[in-house]
């Protein structure tokens, strides 16, 4: 239930149900009251009218024949008996019943009591009552005019003394469920733009710019819908100006720093030559570099299936006839959509590393029902953990562990998660127990 609640739909649901529920039984119970009152107040109104008759009778007949005609069946159901003997007290008054009474019959004592099991004791009842239902009777005692008392008994009819007989239950019982399914519809209704909305920014792919969202809905979902829209094509046009001014200073360099490495060759300084030509191999190194972190963020290459355990048999059987110790400890086939040259360059990138820093490297692949995850342990000095983060920064270098003389530029891990992120997936770097650095890439197999 707390699982439920916490959701938009499952908020309304509860809300519409409950408020529905509530109102419809309140409508019942306040309309079965107003019947019931009704159906008192008409039977009241009958009651009198039989009982007033057989009053004027009993006046007018002798009084040694008033018992054998109280003893025979009248109008609904009445039966009565002089009373010569003493009766139990009256508990609760019927007074509803008395002021029908009292309308015609004047100079009359009359006390009328509510229905009971104990008035009916001994008494034969003509209404049909289901075997488990005790019959109840309504008693009226009436001393005439001229002295003589007698009482009265009123079966009551079934339906008077149950709330709801079986198949109301039945119906309301269907009500109920009507109502339940209609508050799931609406909420179910009122909730899919947002689900879209959030399924839509969880897609978002700045690389290219996205399908735009179709405004319907409510005005509130519209104008949200439209908002998202233009944040989708406003971050697209940017990342693209930034990556596309990043591509082309890097492009544009490579020609001058081409033709200045040819002019450091005819130095006749062999030692200051060759200084300057490592430095020059650098700074060309870097501009490759960040031409290929342009690229991971900006790419035209259409997604294909790809086996990744493919793909990652690949990546270490090379590293392994390079010379380099990877293993491949655990397998598994996974399939999903990917940018394949993408993808192998981020992983080629993270295997790279590990080799490079750690002496040798361990990869495996596992997956769910919804993801895979592909972990590449080194066996080198880790990173401190508090700069876990920091090392995915462009061009960051950490001095001992990650140095320039030891080749890396910085943005190898960088370029790795730019394209990661691409692919809807996550890239994580952890100490692992054992000693060591682990990358942890997560890939959605939706993707």
Not at 224 to 229: D, L, P, S
Not at 338 to 365: F, I, M, T, W
Not at 375 to 397: A, M
Request: glycine letters at 6%; one cysteine or more.
């Amino acid at each position: 239930m707390l699982t439920i609640y916490r959701s938009m739909h499952g908020r309304l649901f509860l809300i519409l149900l409950t408020g529905m529920i509530v109102t419809a039984a309140g409508t019942v119970l306040l309309t079965h009251s107003r019947q019931q009152e009704m159906f008192d107040r008409i039977r009241a109104q009958h009651l009198a009218t039989e009982i007033a008759e057989m009053a004027e009778s009993l006046e007018r007949i002798p009084l040694p024949q008033r018992d054998d005609f109280l003893h025979e069946p009248h109008g609904m159901g009445i039966r009565g008996h002089l009373d010569n003997v003493a009766l139990p007290p009256i508990t609760a008054r019927d007074a509803l019943l008395e002021d029908a009474l009292h309308q015609r019959l004047d100079g009359v004592d009359i006390e009328a009591e509510l229905p009971n099991d104990a008035a009916c004791a001994g008494e034969p009842i003509r209404w049909p009552r289901r075997m488990h239902e005790p019959p109840q009777c309504e008693r009226v005692h009436i001393v005439l005019q001229d002295g003589s008392r007698f009482s009265l008994l009123m079966p009551m009819p079934p339906m008077r003394g149950q709330l709801y007989p079986p198949p109301v239950w039945s119906a309301m019982l269907l009500f109920a469920l009507c109502i339940g399914l209609l508050a799931w519809l609406v909420a179910r209704i009122a909730t899919r733009p947002l689900r879209q909305l959030a399924d839509a920014a969880d897609n978002l792919d700045i690389s290219r710019v996205g399908k735009p969202l179709p405004e319907q809905g409510s005005n509130e979902v519209r104008v949200a819908t439209r908002a998202f829209n233009r944040m989708q094509r406003r971050i697209y046009d940017d990342v693209r100006e930034r990556t596309g001014m990043l591509a082309a200073i890097t492009h544009d360099l490579q020609t001058p720093l081409t033709r200045l490495r040819l002019r450091l060759e005819k130095l006749p300084d062999e030692a200051l030559r060759n200084k300057l030509v490592g430095d020059m191999q650098s700074m060309q190194q870097m501009l490759q570099e960040g031409l290929e972190l342009a690229r991971s963020l900006d790419t035209s290459e259409a997604t294909q299936l790809l086996d990744l355990d493919s793909l990652l048999d690949s990546l270490c059987s090379d590293a392994v006839e390079a010379g380099q110790q990877v293993d491949y400890i655990e397998h598994t086939a996974v399939q999903l959509k990917a940018h394949p040259l993408a993808l192998r360059r981020a992983l080629s990138n993270l295997l790279d590393n590990a080799v490079k820093y750690g002496q040798r490297a361990e990869v495996s692949l596992s997956r769910d029902a919804r993801q895979c995850h592909i972990r590449i342990r080194d066996f080198g000095p880790g990173i401190p953990p508090e700069l876990l983060e920091t090392v995915f920064t462009p061009f960051y270098r950490i001095e001992h562990s990650r140095s320039r003389e030891s080749g890396g530029t910085g943005l190898g891990l960088s370029i790795a998660r730019s394209i990661v992120q691409r692919h809807n997936g996550e890239l994580v770097l952890t100490n692992h127990p054992s000693g060591g650095l682990e990358a942890s890439v997560v890939l959605p197999l939706s993707a």
